[in-house]
């Protein structure tokens, strides 16, 4: 595997900031970003000190601006502007410059001059036992492609003079890098690889604002990489990385999220096509667990609202403060040692839970501490980027001979009570409820867990559409970006294959401000019934309230589509929201805001609807937010 | 002057918020978007009511997509799309409708059949008493500019059917509107008005989130509205701004921006090419006020810091705990009254105060209360969008007879003592403070305020930098982006022409979040002096301590630049921070952070440098973050 770099320019805060966050996440190696140095209080000779302390080295000093294709007289001043880096250079113990194509409008357009020019700074450069890596930027005055940096760096054809390839600067207006592969491997001296979304927008800022870290964008990075390599390349793969997120957010974070795209880049590289440990498969959710909080009336509202909805309290953790509900296949935990009502926590359901923490480590995710008795399951726990609980489990049905007490049905195919002993050694996490005994409530037509809403933490979104992608196996859906009352909002659908795993992430355009009165990372747990109507009527009757729509809102639905009138007659009555795409429709029904960020949504998928409702996802914010103005308490 | 409006989706919130902050700000009528109505829980009739109630009225329901051009079996599902949007106008009270060209894959590109379906769209329109405004979206699939809209509206000849013009689909597109002047003004059935910076991006996406107010952008709105109003249009001026920061901003901050940008609009078109209620200029910064802030260690921290920069603490205020300091022409309040150490204030010079006040009650700026004795003088003040009060004054030397003991030089043309009686009726604000009689320190070379920094909240940017050109009739200077340690800065230097009056305004690009220990809205006083070695040598006397420079920022100086050897030297002596332009060169020094948030900066202009040394900010931060960490207290 390649030595994995970064530049300093990628992460935020001071030099040692940034080196440290480097270093902590496992860098081989670094880039310093003249910049940054320069603001550095300390000596070039206390940074190379401090970085051989860190145990990482410095594979290249950038950048060296406007040096080839200069008028005679500039090019004097960059021959002793270049002596001084190379001084600075020996300092500093860095033994690659990065140069730059040139951007100045006085840049001549030669060829000859520029490899000469290019040739005579290598000449300088190897005095002090230093190589020059050419790179061309994508928007250079005259030499903008790969093809023409490499055509002067052989022109100069001196040992010192070899090439840099940024994916960016290639990818951002080419595909076709195949050629990369043909290159002497020894003359490519640098490679620096950034991703970023496909924008169309002038590619200086596209530059300078919107670059991405390996696979969290819309270029072909493993392509990329793969040519690269195939030079016979063999030098450090180095991330560098410009974005206006990055730069102003916890480096220490940074550097791990990018650390793991390298990696995630590294599996794609070596197994295209194929998920990377690949083995674990996710099949499903195995339950959400809900914080209930310090607010004494989040709990019994949630029992309330559960008990309605069809579920029954069927377990009582061993040893902890956490209920068990169940209905059909859908699994809810009630967490009340949990201090912020939330998405504390969710299982997903893996063909082989041991691979999958195994992938989790390999992909860097923070591991969990287990705080679990001798007796009880040994379930993998690591966390999201926003601190949400994952774990990795095989639900195995409960071993304990309960057939009299566990009744409650467990989905269609669900065992009878007489098999569910488990196998020796199969301990399942189910056998750490005790069984309350409770009656179960007739099923309401909730089947299972359609999905879960996560809003991200500003600073962390597209870390976390990587994570779960990547740590999960899981791969990108839908996204979406709408203008919620309180401002634009973007929202990234995350699933399985099968769409047995459904995760949707959501983020502010810009982080909130102080007026903004929006729900602060709002999370909902989405619930698949196979019977709406049933449903809701179960909850009219309970006298749990739903989160009202307002009646432009059907207005504007008749207006738009031509519904048979006894959907559309049923759609208003059960005061739902509705959606369709090729495949079949989707009712939707929400229940209020509990607890000051959660809420939960009953969704029926009709005839095959595979989308999230996002196009309803404004109006179901300002509903959400006409209640919390007109009733402290859903009830 | 024309009605002016705003459109809902200009503004943050439910749709209530929207409308009560544009009624607050005193718009006379408001454009329905029709997201912000569907969202709404109130019937159309409610809605009606309550824009009523405020004293608006609706002059426009907009948009109605995908209408013209469109195959058979779609305009029929149009034409009933159309008649529900009509029935909802009619609850609604709004009698003209806004299509906007098609943008649908199957638009047919047949200008007899889209004038055709126009004209029936228009006749069904007519049956309901109202109007359709047809308007040229830029990225329109075949109608994307004005004259294709007008021949369709032409062809349709309609009495029901006009155009709409929005200045930006206009201006995003083509220089060439003088066209407009000619068209019949009474087929303009409405026009919307937007400003934006000049991006070079996809004009769909820069029209979706970087949208401003007039003249806060790049764009001729000025030119274009005096075009409109000669062609007879008699309609209102109507603002429709989609932008990312507006939409998650406190709508009745917004909502005043947005009307302050029509004011100094139509000032802008009334009286080309000069500022509006020009008789009031500003002729420098009367004094800059420093609010002490609780810390109890600040006061005499700020006290040292004057006295050594050689300062004379020359009044004591008659009623508050304010002293007056003083050197040359600077002066600097020191206001222990105030609860946060900040530049709390700062006066302008004006050559008529009055008509200033009256300019700045005109745009809207918020006055402040006078709290002032009937002895002490009557100076306006408002209230900038950070906050900062601004008064203005016209500073009257002391009418005292207090020769004896008021001997500081106000500056080289100062009067002597003896002709510093005020005029009958000249109540000058310098009366105010009762002289100490202090022994005046002989001058270190400070002469004059030079510039004051002012960061800027979030979401006021834009905001404040209208609110500085118009408010205070100043005009835009240098801008500059530029990579802080922790975020990227957009900062703004404004002033009035003669460069008496310069104030620089800085935001990051991001809203800060969690991580990023930068200092919180930094402010600073960049004083002049016309011998930086005096000042210097003045501060290195009395002890106290400089900002410290990296070595490494006077390495790269010398590689980048020929300087003069004894300058060169000097420089790095006095450890001075560098920059130059095309006429002169500036020399800066800086204390460090003091009490939070502020610090004082000492320059040179030498040779008729013109800038404010932005490119040295980032090394500067730096070494403030490096002054934080390692003191936490500056002496």
């Avoid at 940074?47 to 302390?53: P, V």
């Avoid at 691979?355 to 007796?375: I, M, V, W």
């Amino acid at each position: 595997m390649a030595r994995t770099g970064i530049a300093t320019v990628c992460l935020s805060g001071t030099l040692e900031d940034r080196l440290n966050a480097a270093a902590a996440a496992g860098f081989d190696t670094v880039e310093i970003f003249e910049a940054d140095l320069i603001a550095s209080p300390r000596s070039p000779e206390q940074i190379r000190d401090h970085i051989a302390g860190l145990g990482l080295t410095i594979s290249l000093y950038q950048p060296f601006r406007d040096a080839e294709g200069a008028p005679p007289q500039r090019f004097a001043a960059t021959r002793r502007r270049l002596r001084a880096k190379l001084e600075l250079m020996d300092r500093l113990g860095a033994g690659t410059l990065l140069i730059c194509s040139s951007v100045a409008p006085d840049t001549i357009a030669d060829d000859d001059l520029a490899a000469d020019q290019l040739r005579q700074l290598a000449e300088l450069a190897a005095g002090h036992g230093i190589r020059i890596a050419y790179e061309a930027l994508a928007w250079g005055r005259h030499v903008s492609t790969w093809e023409h940096s490499w055509d002067l760096v052989r022109r100069a054809d001196h040992p010192a003079l070899g090439l840099c390839l940024d994916s960016f600067h290639v990818l951002s207006r080419t595909d076709r890098f195949a050629g990369i592969a043909d290159l002497p491997g020894d003359r490519i001296f640098f490679v620096q690889l950034a991703d970023a979304p496909r924008l169309d927008m002038d590619v200086l800022q596209w530059s300078r604002h919107h670059r991405l870290f390996p696979l969290q964008g819309g270029l072909d990075l493993a392509g990329f990489t793969r040519t690269v390599l195939a030079s016979g390349y063999a030098g450090p793969l180095s991330l560098e990385v410009f974005n206006d997120v990055f730069r102003q957010a916890d480096p220490h974070r940074t550097a791990v999220d990018a650390r793991r795209s390298l990696i995630a880049l590294q599996d794609a590289v070596d197994t295209p096509g194929e998920a990377a440990l690949g083995n674990a498969v996710s099949t499903g959710i195995a339950f959400a667990e809900l914080g209930v909080g310090d607010d004494t009336d989040t709990g019994p509202q949630l029992e309330t609202l559960l008990t309605a909805l069809g579920f029954t309290h069927t377990g009582q953790h061993r040893s902890k403060p956490v209920q068990l509900w169940e209905q059909n296949t859908a699994r809810i935990l009630l967490n009340s040692g949990v201090h912020e009502s939330a998405i504390h926590a969710f299982a997903l359901e893996s063909t082989d839970p041991e691979a999958a923490a195994r992938r989790a480590a390999h992909l860097l995710a923070a591991p969990l501490p287990r705080r679990r008795r001798q007796s009880e399951a040994d379930l993998t726990a690591i966390a999201a980027p926003d601190g949400t609980e994952i774990f990795f489990c095989r639900t195995a049905p409960p071993s304990l001979p309960a057939a009299e007490t566990r009744t409650t049905p467990l989905g269609d195919s669900a065992p009878t009570a007489a098999t569910r002993t488990t196998p020796l050694g199969q301990h399942g996490w189910l056998d750490d409820f005790l069984p309350t005994g409770e009656t179960p409530a007739p099923t309401t037509g909730v089947t299972a867990i359609d999905h879960l809403s996560l809003a991200q933490p500003f600073d962390r979104y597209d870390e976390a559409a990587l994570f779960y992608r990547t740590v999960l196996g899981l791969i990108g859906d839908e996204a979406s970006e709408f203008a919620a009352p309180f401002g634009l909002i973007r929202t990234l659908a995350i699933r399985d294959p099968e769409r047995r795993v459904r995760i949707t992430l959501s983020v502010p355009v810009l982080r909130r401000g102080d007026w903004a009165p929006a729900v602060r990372h709002p999370q909902h747990l989405t619930l698949a019934t196979d019977d709406l109507p049933r449903t809701a009527s179960a909850l009219r009757s309970a006298g749990v309230p739903l989160l009202a729509i307002p009646g432009n809102y059907y207005d504007d639905l008749d207006a738009r589509l031509t519904l048979d009138p006894p959907l559309r007659t049923r759609i208003r009555d059960l005061g739902a929201m509705y959606d369709e795409d090729a495949h079949g429709h989707y009712l939707q029904l929400f229940t209020p805001v509990i607890g000051g960020r959660i809420f939960l949504e009953i969704v029926q998928r009709v005839g095959g609807y595979r989308g999230y409702g996002f196009v309803n996802d404004p109006v179901r914010m300002a509903a959400h937010r006409e209640q919390r103005l007109h009733a402290h308490s859903p009830r």
